[in-house]
């Protein structure tokens, strides 16, 4: 069973760094698919941010990217998230979640994690 | 980017009558070499995750309820709940994959009557 982790800090200072790492369990990071980011701001809707394919491939929502690092660390089955300058339109759950298929083909979100609240607030 | 457009926002049905979202795409999500539609369609509980119910917008997500189906085909699309029951009560969300940025619908509210 394919299991998703979200971790980081809670709170963030507005201009700063918002760190996120998600901790993949049931299944290697290193084996296909996409592993991506996705957030909900409180009371609203989902917005994608961004997604990695193992390799180097990245691929971002236009509206973050100038903003929006993703990574991988396979030697941890882990995979993280960066997004700078952040202000309080940021403050959102953010879920990591699987997609695609192993060969890079688009498929939908099938395997999510619980999500964590980051709040941007001095 | 392809804008998602559900309606309505919300609505209330009572129980074991049939519930129907609909869900538009700003343009079509038919890959015309394989002929599948790339939408999708979520639950999402209080507190909980999104889940997928149903995917290339009328197949089954294994363990789905058969209560649930998705119809339609290039920009049209439409999720219904046959009977509706209490464990439904959540927000739907229709979400295309065909192309980058992946796009969700604003979602539309299930409740109780």
């Known amino acids: 069973q394919v299991q998703l982790q979200e971790s980081g800090p809670g709170l963030v200072n507005p201009s700063e760094t918002l760190s996120l790492t998600c901790a993949v369990s049931?299944?290697?990071?290193?084996?296909?698919?996409?592993w991506g980011w996705i957030r909900q701001a409180p009371g609203k809707g989902l917005e994608w941010i961004g997604s990695?394919?193992?390799?180097?491939?990245?691929y971002s929502n236009p509206s973050l990217k100038s903003r929006l690092t993703i990574s991988e660390d396979t030697s941890k089955n882990q995979f993280s998230l960066k997004l700078s300058s952040v202000t309080a339109a940021d403050t959102a759950v953010y879920y990591c979640?699987?997609?695609?298929?192993?060969?890079?083909?688009?498929?939908?979100?099938?395997?999510w994690g619980q999500g964590t609240l980051v709040t941007v607030s001095s | 980017d392809i804008v998602m457009t559900q309606s309505p926002d919300s609505l209330a049905v009572s129980l074991g009558e049939r519930a129907t979202i609909d869900c538009k795409s700003s343009?079509?999500?038919?890959?015309?070499?394989?002929?599948?539609?790339?939408l999708a369609w979520y639950q999402q509980r209080p507190g909980q995750p999104p889940k997928l119910l149903i995917y290339w917008a009328s197949t089954r997500e294994a363990g789905v309820p058969d209560r649930f189906s998705g119809s339609g085909s290039g920009t049209d699309f439409t999720l219904t709940i046959s009977s509706l029951q209490a464990e439904d009560v959540a927000v739907y969300y229709c979400?295309?994959?065909?192309?980058?940025?992946?796009?969700f619908g604003q979602g539309t509210k299930v409740e109780i009557k």
């Open positions: 990695l394919y193992h390799g180097g491939s990245t």
């Open positions: 979400q295309q994959y065909y192309t980058t940025p992946w796009t």
């Open positions: 979640a699987r997609h695609g298929d192993i060969s890079g083909n688009y498929y939908p979100f099938d395997y």
């Open positions: 343009q079509t999500v038919l890959y015309s070499s394989n002929n599948k539609n790339y």
């Open positions: 049931g299944y290697s990071i290193s084996n296909g698919y996409f």
